[in-house]
């Protein structure tokens, strides 16, 4: 018992992706240029939509909380890999590994269900239009995302009190950016069954039942796109849910990199995959919103010019 005490108190060395002190100043750069990158678009994107009343609908309301949490989430991570970059000091205290971890996963969770909730949004926008008013009220809006707010917590909740029942007595290496499941498991030494078994329980239904609803939403999206005559209104159908689309394939692409994958075949090599959906997704999902939507360019530009205006 005390052997294991002791090494719950003790500290972690997050290693990162290289101990080369140069290529640590070429990371550091990449990832404050991707953090500030990532800040700087998903407030943009949530001041845009909460300074103007035209995109005060379901489907903006969802996506400004998709960017709060992917600005959380960044910030859960990205600062302490850069003071790593910088600093000799690699350690990490036990209950500030654990912290992570229950940020990461509650937030990866939060994603994944906001996701299915802006698919149900588009399902209900382009499959039953002349209901979309009542049946995306602002009161069922809330009590989506109070529903997604509620499972990722307990979510992130279950698998750190799991954790804190690990024991870990071997080496405290973690090649990797930050505290990440898998590799705090493949540290453990003590057995983890009981994780992997509520893992995979969990995972699959935060995860795959999710993405199975959106699956089937854009099966029978597309099958109503498909019968509409004009091919102007085709396209326009379309394009009201490729951003989304673009995002959840993105989601789960690099997700499924990193996890769909033995425990035991994890390696210092898996970080790049990581980086993909811990930094590159969360950057990346502003300019996919952004890119070829008229709506958030004017709310953008009219941001923009009050800004100007005021310091003029």
């Known amino acids: 018992m005390?052997?294991?005490?002791?090494?719950?108190?003790?500290?972690?060395?997050?290693?990162?992706?290289?101990?080369?002190?140069?290529?640590?100043?070429i990371l550091f750069w990449m990832f404050l240029s991707m953090y500030l990158v990532t800040v700087v678009g998903n407030a943009l994107i949530i001041l845009a939509i909460s300074s103007d009343s035209r995109l005060h609908t379901p489907m903006y309301f969802f996506l400004a909380n998709l960017s709060f949490t992917d600005l959380f989430f960044v910030t859960n991570t990205i600062p302490k890999i850069l003071v790593n970059l910088q600093s000799q000091n690699k350690a990490i205290a036990y209950a500030g590994c654990l912290t992570q971890l229950y940020f990461l996963v509650s937030l990866v969770a939060l994603d994944n269900l906001i996701l299915a909730v802006m698919a149900y949004d588009r399902y209900v926008a382009i499959c039953c239009p002349l209901h979309y008013t009542t049946a995306m009220s602002p009161k069922l809006c809330i009590l989506l995302l109070s529903l997604c707010w509620v499972l990722s917590?307990?979510?992130?909740?279950?698998?750190?009190?799991?954790?804190?029942?690990?024991?870990?007595?071997?080496?405290?290496?973690?090649?990797?950016?930050?505290?990440?499941?898998?590799?705090?498991?493949?540290?453990?030494?003590s057995n983890t069954q009981i994780n992997h078994t509520v893992l995979i329980a969990t995972g699959c239904f935060i995860f795959l039942i999710p993405f199975g609803f959106m699956i089937i939403s854009y099966v029978l999206i597309v099958r109503a796109i498909?019968?509409?005559?004009?091919?102007?209104?085709?396209?326009?159908?379309?394009?009201?849910c490729a951003s989304h689309l673009g995002v959840?394939?993105?989601?789960?692409?690099?997700?499924?990199?990193?996890?769909?994958?033995?425990?035991?075949?994890?390696?210092?090599?898996?970080?790049?995959?990581?980086?993909m959906y811990a930094v590159v997704t969360p950057m990346m999902n502003p300019f996919i919103y952004s890119l070829r939507n008229k709506d958030m360019h004017g709310a953008l530009g009219r941001l923009l010019d009050k800004h100007f205006q005021r310091l003029t």
């Open 153 to 189: 917590v307990l979510y992130g909740l279950i698998h750190t009190f799991l954790m804190t029942t690990v024991t870990f007595c071997g080496s405290r290496k973690i090649h990797y950016i930050f505290c990440e499941m898998y590799v705090l498991l493949r540290l453990a030494c």
């Open 2 to 25: 005390d052997g294991g005490n002791q090494s719950k108190s003790s500290e972690f060395l997050l290693l990162g992706m290289s101990e080369s002190p140069e290529q640590q100043r």
């Open 226 to 240: 498909l019968r509409i005559p004009s091919v102007s209104k085709k396209y326009k159908a379309f394009s009201t």
């Open 248 to 275: 959840v394939c993105l989601f789960y692409g690099t997700l499924c990199m990193v996890y769909l994958k033995p425990l035991h075949t994890y390696s210092v090599k898996d970080s790049v995959a990581t980086v």
